[in-house]
């Protein structure tokens, strides 16, 4: 068995991998509740001889691999699913209502933990690695928290390297760059105050619903007329919530969001145009508005030599001519920058498109493409090897 290739090794394990994969998707647990995932997770470590440590932002997992003298290095895999309700009516279908795990979390534990089996089976590295199972990626920043309870206290490993599935990428590919992966992400809430009324007698009050419109339109302009084009940048409104009847304009109502950037001189420019935007319009049409900033995750941005060592162990797996080595960065937000800000390495995509209409990310229709498992703890294996060189 040690000497196969770690692709071969991993398409061994394929079906159990999918095996685990499927009962992680069929039992999902959202944000710091990842208790049967966990335990999981730690009895699978067990078996395989690793050293298991429990309790890191209430459910993350760590595993230790020692083998000889060398560097440490962490490996990092989400596990927590989504407030969704699952219509893929797939056997292994959520067993858990309004939730699922449409990002495919599910898959990135199978596929470490697939990887970890391997390694702890061939031992073919000289130093030790840091399995590392998050909960809480999705909004929450659990990668925050495992730092903050210790996590490279505890286990001070010297780079650390995460991978995502990513459905907008041909499967059988991947993706890894240096600098930005992903964006930085600010979540805000916008309370508008104004006066009720008889919605036929509107002269009475002041109009809180007509304030949030036009305060939604004029956002737009902060990014198409207050941001340097060539710059990357994104705001958009995704909830608005007031009144309760037909015939009535409400005190109050509230809207939700995201800014998206890479540069922090660009966010710190939105936050700042914003709070001038809401104050402003707002008060403008005899109403007051309080802005919040909620949750925030920094950009994902990867030190290049780390990068360029992914891309080369990618290129040793399935070839050169299947590897994106300059990738355009996603708007999207990930919380392994909270790692990438406390230890050099890189973030990266496991192409796992089958056609290019099929469900993406966070989609009620979305799975976890099954025959990309192999691959991807494949890669894990290799990059360990690749950094930990016996």
């Given at each position: 068995?040690?000497?196969?290739?770690?692709?071969?090794?991993?398409?061994?394990?394929?079906?159990?991998?999918?095996?685990?994969?499927?009962?992680?998707?069929?039992?999902?647990?959202?944000?710091?509740?990842?208790?049967?995932?966990?335990?999981?997770?730690?009895?699978?470590?067990?078996?395989?001889?690793?050293?298991?440590?429990?309790?890191?932002?209430?459910?993350?997992?760590?595993?230790?691999?020692?083998?000889?003298?060398?560097?440490?290095?962490?490996?990092?895999?989400?596990?927590?699913?989504?407030?969704?309700?699952?219509?893929?009516?797939?056997?292994?279908?959520?067993?858990?209502?309004?939730?699922?795990?449409?990002?495919?979390?599910?898959?990135?534990?199978?596929?470490?933990?697939?990887?970890?089996?391997?390694?702890?089976?061939?031992?073919?590295?000289?130093?030790?690695?840091?399995?590392?199972?998050?909960?809480?990626?999705?909004?929450?920043?659990?990668?925050?928290?495992?730092?903050?309870?210790?996590?490279?206290?505890?286990?001070?490993?010297?780079?650390?390297?995460?991978?995502?599935?990513?459905?907008?990428?041909?499967?059988?590919?991947?993706?890894?760059?240096?600098?930005?992966?992903?964006?930085?992400?600010?979540?805000?809430?916008?309370?508008?105050?104004?006066?009720?009324?008889?919605?036929?007698?509107?002269h009475l009050g002041t109009d809180p619903v007509i304030a949030a419109?036009?305060?939604?339109?004029?956002?737009?302009?902060?990014?198409?007329?207050?941001?340097?084009?060539?710059a990357a940048a994104v705001i958009t409104v995704t909830q608005i919530?007031?009144?309760?009847?037909?015939?009535?304009?409400?005190?109050?109502?509230?809207?939700?969001?995201?800014?998206?950037?890479?540069?922090?001189?660009?966010?710190?420019?939105?936050?700042?145009?914003?709070?001038?935007?809401?104050?402003?319009?707002?008060?403008?049409?005899?109403?007051?508005?309080?802005?919040?900033?909620?949750?925030?995750?920094?950009?994902?941005?990867?030190?290049?030599?780390?990068?360029?060592?992914?891309?080369?162990?990618?290129?040793?797996?399935?070839?050169?001519?299947?590897?994106?080595?300059?990738?355009?960065?996603?708007?999207?937000?990930?919380?392994?920058?909270?790692?990438?800000?406390?230890?050099?390495?890189?973030?990266?995509?496991?192409?796992?498109?089958?056609?290019?209409?099929?469900?993406?990310?966070?989609?009620?229709?979305?799975?976890?493409?099954?025959?990309?498992?192999?691959?991807?703890?494949?890669?894990?294996v290799q990059l360990a090897q690749t950094l930990l060189k016996a």
């Amino acid at each position: 068995m040690n000497e196969l290739t770690p692709l071969a090794l991993s398409h061994a394990l394929g079906e159990e991998m999918a095996r685990w994969r499927q009962k992680i998707h069929a039992n999902p647990e959202t944000a710091f509740t990842e208790f049967e995932t966990a335990g999981f997770v730690a009895s699978q470590l067990q078996s395989f001889g690793i050293e298991v440590h429990q309790g890191l932002a209430t459910t993350g997992i760590v595993g230790v691999l020692e083998n000889g003298d060398g560097p440490m290095i962490g490996l990092r895999a989400d596990m927590d699913a989504l407030h969704i309700h699952e219509q893929t009516n797939l056997p292994y279908g959520s067993k858990n209502e309004g939730k699922m795990h449409a990002c495919g979390h599910d898959g990135h534990t199978a596929m470490l933990l697939g990887a970890a089996r391997i390694l702890a089976e061939t031992k073919h590295f000289s130093g030790t690695i840091i399995f590392i199972f998050q909960p809480a990626e999705e909004n929450e920043g659990g990668a925050e928290v495992m730092i903050k309870d210790g996590l490279f206290e505890r286990f001070p490993v010297e780079q650390v390297y995460g991978l995502h599935n990513w459905p907008a990428l041909e499967e059988g590919r991947m993706a890894v760059g240096p600098g930005p992966m992903m964006a930085a992400n600010e979540t805000f809430e916008i309370n508008i105050a104004g006066t009720g009324a008889h919605a036929a007698m509107p002269h009475l009050g002041t109009d809180p619903v007509i304030a949030a419109a036009q305060l939604i339109t004029a956002l737009q302009t902060l990014v198409s007329r207050r941001t340097d084009p060539q710059a990357a940048a994104v705001i958009t409104v995704t909830q608005i919530h007031g009144g309760d009847t037909w015939n009535v304009i409400p005190d109050h109502v509230d809207l939700r969001g995201t800014l998206r950037w890479f540069n922090p001189e660009i966010g710190a420019a939105l936050k700042a145009s914003l709070e001038e935007l809401c104050t402003g319009l707002v008060k403008s049409l005899g109403c007051e508005a309080q802005l919040s900033f909620v949750h925030a995750y920094p950009a994902t941005i990867n030190t290049p030599d780390t990068a360029n060592i992914c891309a080369d162990v990618m290129a040793e797996l399935i070839g050169e001519d299947f590897v994106d080595r300059d990738p355009v960065p996603s708007m999207g937000a990930e919380d392994f920058s909270f790692m990438l800000q406390q230890k050099p390495g890189s973030y990266a995509w496991l192409g796992t498109g089958t056609a290019p209409d099929c469900p993406k990310l966070h989609n009620p229709h979305y799975d976890f493409n099954d025959r990309q498992l192999p691959l991807g703890a494949a890669y894990w294996v290799q990059l360990a090897q690749t950094l930990l060189k016996a």
